[in-house]
């Protein structure tokens, strides 16, 4: 009789698929990696705009691994939702032993993995250019990495299951650059005017990197950034579940 | 609507165009919930079937559902990876002629080509039930005939094999069991020596079709 595979292989062997995809995928090589690298060396070597007060490359480092975590989790796994759904490619997938919860988890692994490999360059470039972490917050650096991905992938799969897959690409990339400039990610909030600032610090987007900031300046633990984010992915989740459709 | 596929056997679904030949196969392998009524394969409700069940079904889908940014072997490596005892690859891809164009990305596939390798996808799991929705459809007359020897063997191996279709040569070629299906409803079921008697399939068909639609 044909037997499935355990769920555990089933689950490793789509993440390590589409890790595979992904990383063959030019388009999303460049708004993964070659665009947040080139955020930090330009930071890095300006003056402008202000980062508020503060080490300027400390304040931008973990701006830039919050965009990175926005551009994997959320610009990047919307678009390959998008147009997987577009070719039928999550329903055919359904009808196999990986199913539609496998396929959850295994693009989730998968955005993950994207993520470290992020972190290990953007951190290490960082700190050939100085940049000088405090490590007791790495902890909880990564419970920020883990909420934040949470958030943005709730996010890109509401988007993704939703509008077909050229509107879904539009929107990914308008979003990503509006939350680059307007979000408070790279020019965080207490450097930004009255108005934007107080819009900003209710995006998950600045949560994510106000959190990331307070644990790499200083150890510190944001906790309403964390519930800020936290509450982006409950939404997002409970939104996502009821209208995500598997077939365009 | 009701039909059933004997064990083993080949059944042809045969039928117009918004008939409900590819809502009656998403049904079986639980894409879509049927209104109404029951649908059972190998004992099972499809809906929400467990990994255990849906190791057992392979399943061609008419939009295909290939990704796009990768290339035929790695893509068939990945799908075998789900199944705990799945097909050799090389073997299945050469019957295919997949082997000719494994170097090419699933995007710059032609028609026909995609058919193939969505074919060994179906296949790859050594499933017991085969559902392949126009399997056949785009493919030049060598590779229809392909699929058809195929498909006889991996009937006579004990799979039974479901596909639907819009040629009557294929039916003939293939069915051990034939259902005409006729704006949403099953209009003949039978052996083809039943559906058909002493005239042609052809005849039977537009005669149980067309009453229909007039």
Same mark, same amino acid.
């Given at each position: ?13 789509? /993440? ?71 070719? /039928? ?160 | ?99 000719? &164009?494994? !170097? ?26 085969? &559902? ?35 040629? &009557? ?27 058909? !008697? ?7 068909? &537009? ?8």
């Amino acid at each position: 009789m044909s037997a499935p595979a355990t769920a555990r292989t089933r689950v490793l062997s789509q /993440a390590r698929f589409e890790l595979g995809t992904l990383l063959a995928n030019g388009e999303q090589l460049l708004v993964s990696l070659i665009l947040p690298l080139g955020a930090l060396i330009g930071l890095a070597y300006t003056t402008a705009p202000s980062l508020g007060d503060g080490r300027r490359i400390d304040l931008a480092v973990p701006g830039v691994l919050a965009l990175c975590v926005i551009s994997a989790a959320f610009t990047a796994q919307a678009i390959a939702t998008g147009f997987d759904r577009r070719y /039928a490619v999550l329903r055919l997938l359904g009808t196999t032993p990986l199913g539609r919860d496998g396929l959850l988890w295994g693009k989730a692994l998968a955005t993950l993995a994207v993520e470290v490999l992020q972190w290990l360059v953007i951190g290490g470039v960082g700190l050939a250019l100085g940049w000088q972490p405090a490590l007791s917050g790495l902890p909880i650096a990564l419970v920020f990495l883990v909420a934040g991905t949470w958030a943005f992938v709730a996010l890109a799969l509401l988007l993704a299951g939703l509008l077909r897959a050229e509107g879904v690409l539009a929107i990914a990339n308008l979003v990503w650059v509006l939350l680059l400039v307007l979000g408070g990610v790279i020019v965080p909030r207490v450097a930004m005017s009255g108005t934007l600032a107080s819009v900003a610090g209710v995006l998950p987007s600045a949560a994510l990197a106000d959190g990331l900031r307070a644990a790499f300046e200083a150890g510190v633990f944001d906790g309403l950034a964390l519930l800020i984010l936290l509450a982006w992915g409950i939404v997002a989740t409970l939104v996502a579940a009821r209208t995500f459709r598997w077939s365009d | 609507m009701t039909w059933v596929a004997p064990a083993g056997g080949i059944t042809a679904v045969l039928g117009p165009n918004g008939a409900g030949k590819t809502t009656a196969i998403e049904c079986a392998v639980g894409l879509q919930r049927p209104d109404g009524g029951t649908v059972r394969v190998l004992g099972t409700d499809p809906w929400l079937s467990s990994a255990e069940h849906r190791a057992r079904v392979g399943v061609m889908l008419q939009s295909g559902g290939l990704p796009n940014g990768t290339k035929p072997l790695r893509l068939l490596a990945h799908l075998a990876s789900l199944y705990a005892v799945p097909a050799d690859i090389s073997p299945l891809a050469s019957r295919l002629g997949i082997d000719a &164009f494994s !170097g090419t990305t699933v995007r710059r596939l032609s028609g026909g080509q995609k058919q193939r390798l969505a074919l060994a996808a179906a296949l790859i799991g050594r499933p017991e039930v085969l &559902f392949l929705d126009e399997p056949t459809a785009g493919l030049d007359p060598h590779g229809r005939l392909d699929v058809y020897d195929l498909l006889r063997e991996v009937a006579a191996d004990g799979t039974t094999v479901v596909v639907t279709t819009h040629s &009557f040569e294929e039916a003939q070629a293939l069915a051990t069991h034939l259902v005409v299906i006729s704006a949403g409803r099953a209009v003949a079921t039978g052996s083809p020596a039943e559906v058909v !008697g002493d005239r042609t399939l052809e005849s039977v068909y &537009f005669d149980l079709t067309r009453k229909e639609r007039a």
